[in-house]
């Protein structure tokens, strides 16, 4: 049974960077035919794809987000992680990691989602 768990800070001051970990189980994130992937949603508001890492470490990143987002891979712990630099109270969402078979919000059977994770930015 493939599981995925954010883990991270829930509190992040403005100006400062956002880091949050996808620990993986019952499955590998060498695997080929996942995108590893971070989705957010703010409150009261829809979905946002933020980017996904593949088993090679290439990554895609949202247009919006690129230039503030980083995510990256350990092969060692099998887990990928999320940096979101400069933050702002805008950034404050639930932060979900994902295992998908495509890249951005379309979901199908073979998806896997974390339980996702609260993250104010607040000073």
């Known amino acids: 049974q493939v599981q995925l768990q954010e883990s991270g800070p829930g509190l992040v001051k403005p100006s400062q960077t956002l880091s949050l970990t996808c620990s993986v189980s019952?499955?590998?994130?060498?695997?080929?035919?996942?995108?590893w992937t971070w989705i957010r949603q703010p409150p009261g508001k829809g979905l946002e794809w933020m980017g996904a890492i593949t088993s090679s470490g290439s990554t895609y990143y949202s247009p919006s987000l690129k230039s503030r987002t980083s995510i990256s891979r350990d092969t060692t712990k099998n887990h990928f992680t999320l940096q979101l630099t400069s933050v702002t109270p805008e950034d404050t969402d639930v932060y979900f990691c994902k295992g998908a078979c495509d890249l951005g919000l379309t979901n199908t059977s073979g998806d896997h989602w974390g339980q996702g994770t609260q993250v104010t930015v607040s000073s």
């Open positions: 019952g499955d590998s994130v060498t695997n080929l035919y996942v995108y």
